[in-house]
């Protein structure tokens, strides 16, 4: 490709010769249920090409009011480099009073989806999970509130603890439809950063 640089006339790659494949498939199942699977390849000119595949669930019981969700995926992206990931969360999401939900994730070290994706990080798992209860009734100048409860655990897969920690929030709602709202943070353990060093020993924060 001809491109100017510094008043130049100049030839260069700016990008290597590529295709892409995208592939998506999703199927209803049960009652307002879905299963589907994905698929993405990479191939350029003299790189390795680059795989991902997963297949991923929404599975709705009760009327809707409980769901289990879940993904599986991998990648390849070179000889020897290829990893895998998951997350599942069980949740009930319907009910006038109480809702919540648990969930799991794994992201291997080798898992690799930025070449026709994002990924925000790999090597970390964690386990957390959040509760609420509402009022949707009238109650002397209050209309409606969400009272919620979360805690979450995180480690990459050193053993660095990168979460550990809970939170209570509040939001109420008036009848003249002005909210108001507040919440507290507390970890439960020392934490630590595994990036902030880039690279370098984890960094308590």
């Known amino acids: 490709t001809e491109f100017w640089q510094d008043n130049t006339r100049k030839k260069g790659v700016i990008e290597p ?9 999703m199927q209803d199942v049960l009652k307002n249920s879905t299963v589907g699977i994905m698929a993405t ?3 350029q000119k003299s790189f390795h090409p680059a795989y991902t595949g997963g297949a991923d669930w929404n599975l709705r019981f009760r009327d809707g009011d409980y769901q289990c969700r879940g993904q599986i995926m991998g990648s390849k992206t070179g ?26 994730y794994y992201l291997d070290r080798g898992l690799d989806l930025n070449h026709m994706g994002f990924l925000r990080r ?7 999970g959040w509760v609420q209860y509402k009022t949707t009734k009238n109650w002397w100048i209050i209309r409606k509130t969400w009272n919620n409860l979360n805690i979450g655990l995180a480690d990459n897969l050193s053993g660095v603890k990168l979460t550990r920690g809970g939170n209570f929030n509040n939001s109420i709602e008036l009848v003249n439809f002005w909210n ?26």
């Open 79 to 104: 000889l020897q480099e290829d990893g895998w990931g998951g997350m599942l969360s069980f949740g009930k999401e319907g009910g006038e009073h109480i809702r919540g939900s648990i969930s799991a």
């Open 122 to 128: 790999a090597d970390y798992k964690e386990v957390c």
């Open 17 to 25: 010769e590529a295709n892409y494949l995208v592939a998506r498939v």
């Open 41 to 43: 390849a990479v191939n």
């Open 180 to 205: 108001l709202g507040g919440g507290i943070w507390t970890d439960f353990d020392n934490v630590y950063s595994d990036r902030e060093t880039r690279g370098g020993p984890p960094a308590p924060i």
